[in-house]
């Protein structure tokens, strides 16, 4: 399968531990990336190479992997990390191709 | 600082082309390191991506719209490019294009430019 399936909407209370989840097959080959986006701006990249944050993110966001499930955590949510996240890898043909999750709208409580 | 810039017609007609140019500055498109990519969001919805280029010119695309999308790369421009042919109103989106790493068990896109929104109308 090339799909990687997102919950649709997720909610956290203000400062709790939130996680988001990513299903795929191509998971138990290839990281995931996690990007967030808030309303009418770019993508951000938040996680790389499974747990790797770019210079900048707070290290409240991690990232972690299991079998075919891939999961961003973020550890004492901000009112500023309400977004939607998205996660992408590469598919299962092997070749350059992404595919990215439906994404999840994180609602900070 | 690695910066993209998408430009092109924010109106394009059914049936006709869809052209994109994404200018990058602070960094050479011809990295041995990267490739460059380009991500479309349709209204309210979420990410697909459409295909990537290496400087030298490889390309990999959607294979959902591989009939249709040519990427192009001019180094001498520090520019790549989209084009989608025979466009309906299903491909009215956000475009943004995006520097992409690609290696043997990962990838993602990082930095991502404004994005520009072009609406297939007649």
């Known amino acids: 399968s090339s799909e990687l399936t997102q919950d649709p909407a997720v909610s956290v209370a203000l400062g709790q531990t939130v996680r988001i989840t990513c299903q795929g097959d191509?998971?138990?080959?290839?990281?995931a990336s996690w990007y967030q986006q808030k309303p009418g701006q770019a993508p951000v990249l938040v996680i790389y190479?499974?747990?790797n944050r770019p210079s900048g993110i707070p290290d409240r966001f991690s990232g972690s992997s299991s079998g075919n499930t891939a999961s961003l955590t973020i550890t004492g949510a901000q009112a500023e990390d309400e977004a939607d996240y998205y996660c992408?890898?590469?598919?299962?043909?092997?070749?350059?191709?992404?595919?990215f999750g439906g994404g999840t709208k994180l609602t900070v409580l | 600082q690695l910066q993209l810039q998408e430009s092109g017609p924010g109106l394009v007609k059914p049936s006709e082309t869809l052209s994109l140019t994404c200018t990058v500055s602070g960094g050479s498109i011809s990295s041995s390191s990267y490739y460059w990519g380009w991500v479309r969001q349709p209204p309210g919805k979420g990410l697909e991506w459409i295909g990537s280029?290496?400087?030298?010119?490889?390309?990999y695309y959607n294979p959902s719209l591989k009939s249709r999308v040519t990427i192009s790369v001019d180094t001498s421009k520090n520019q790549f490019s989209l084009k989608l042919s025979s466009v309906t109103a299903t491909d009215t989106a956000v475009y943004y294009c995006a520097r992409a790493l690609f290696g043997s068990s990962q990838n993602w896109f990082d930095p991502w430019g404004q994005g520009t929104l072009v609406t297939v109308s007649s």
């Open positions: 190479d499974e747990n």
């Open positions: 280029i290496y400087y030298s010119g490889s390309t």
């Open positions: 191509s998971l138990r080959s290839y990281y």
């Open positions: 992408d890898s590469r598919d299962s043909s092997g070749n350059h191709h992404v595919v």
